[in-house]
């Protein structure tokens, strides 16, 4: 660590029994420079709290997004983000020029053009789930029946998975986010045998191209059949889980303001208000570097503290407070730079979808549990929660 009179503090925090970001953040901006930290394996690293300086770090070249760099942060024993050996593809642990490559091919793939084509797709799905919701006897988990359901059928009509190989592919999915009902090894063997999967699809698809996004892709040429494997795995698990926390969190917070019940600008601001992917942005300095008045050496990790940013009064006029109209969309919810969640505009189409139709359908929907006594994921990367009990 760099020569600091302060003392430092340990991370992660928890959010404290609700929504709400952990009340340390605060102190951090209030402080203004990166704070000084370590992870529980002891391994030092730099919190950055404020949100201009949270982009500044998503958008300097002398900062790296890659795993294999010297400091790069590991919250977790196992899991985040794999290098390029263990799975090749996964793009988001690459800089530029290498970055540019997986994303130069695969942003036409989710523009805002692209998604509109994929909005019947995207409604009959919800509305499928919806129904299969109005089958039971007037309750349900709204995670396990609806947020989850979603975003992996969704994906999997994109991807052009055979209708018979859907439960197998969701399945599997969900078994991979499910970290408070699945052991490490249930997770890990879901991991090898979606990825199997996927490098066979690839495979078939090589030689019996339809008109799905691998085929697409594979038409380009640009990417390997290894790469594209990895980077399709890497679609699946980036929108999978953050999106169902997404929905089932908005949930929640659209029953408490109905007004914005169907407001196209709910969706970002639910998105900023949630940050449910505070830590998913792990870095390392690969030059020294000075953020927000604080020397960075080389080699040293970088948490950008994404739930703070989306938080930070300099750059929100009410940000603990549930205002679309007020708050906008300067948020990093969805990150920023070069690394931007490529499916951003799918997500929002999928979240926009989900409520909408949900309200319509079911107006008298009713969450029957204490928001405080709800199962919230404190002990996990990305919030959310792992079941909503809902009755009509």
């Known amino acids: 660590m760099t020569s600091t009179d302060q003392e430092a503090v340990p991370f992660p925090y928890r959010r404290p029994g609700g929504m709400a970001p952990p009340p340390e953040y605060a102190g951090f901006r209030a402080g203004g420079a990166p704070v000084r930290s370590h992870l529980p394996s002891g391994h030092p690293v730099w919190l950055v709290p404020r949100h201009a300086d949270v982009r500044a770090v ?40 290498d970055h540019d490559r997986f994303r130069k091919v695969l942003i036409p793939e989710f523009t805002v053009r692209r998604v509109r084509t994929w909005q ?65 090894g249930q997770r890990a063997d879901a991991a090898r045998q979606l990825l199997r999967y996927i490098r066979r699809l690839v495979g078939i698809k090589s030689k019996w191209p339809g008109e799905d996004l691998i085929s697409r892709i594979l038409r380009t040429g640009v990417l390997s059949a290894d790469e594209l494997s990895g ?11 953050t999106t169902a926390n997404n929905i089932a969190l908005g949930v929640i917070t659209l029953l408490a303001n109905p007004e914005w019940i169907g407001d196209e600008r709910a969706v970002d601001e639910l998105v900023r208000y949630h940050s449910v992917g505070d830590m998913l942005a792990m870095r390392t300095a690969v030059a020294d570097v000075t953020i927000g008045g604080r020397l960075i050496r080389a ?90 009990p809902v009755a009509w």
């Open 58 to 97: 998503l958008t300097d070249p002398r900062i790296s997004a890659n795993p294999a760099n010297e400091g790069f942060p590991k919250v977790a024993v196992t899991g985040g983000v794999p290098t390029q050996d263990e799975i090749p593809g996964w793009f988001v642990g690459l800089d530029p020029p």
């Open 120 to 184: 019947p797709t995207i409604q009959r799905v919800v509305d499928e789930c919806v129904d299969a919701l109005l089958a039971k006897d007037g309750t349900a988990d709204l995670v396990a029946d609806l947020a989850l359901a979603v975003p992996s059928r969704i994906i999997s009509a994109i991807l052009g998975v055979p209708e018979a190989d859907r439960d197998f592919f969701e399945t599997r999915t969900q078994v991979l986010v499910s970290v408070a009902t699945t052991t490490e």
């Open 231 to 241: 980077a399709v795995m890497l679609l699946l698990m980036a929108g999978h889980e």
């Open 299 to 388: 080699g040293e990790g970088i948490i950008p503290l994404l739930a703070s940013a989306n938080h930070d009064e300099a750059a929100f006029g009410c940000p603990h407070r549930f205002d679309p109209a007020a708050n906008g969309r300067n948020h990093v919810g969805f990150g920023y730079g070069v690394h931007q969640c490529l499916g951003q505009n799918l997500v929002r189409a999928e979240m926009a979808c989900v409520h909408r139709t949900l309200f319509d359908r079911i107006p008298t929907l009713r969450i029957t549990a204490a928001i405080e006594d709800l199962p919230f994921k404190y002990d996990g990367t990305v919030f959310g929660l792992h079941s909503l």
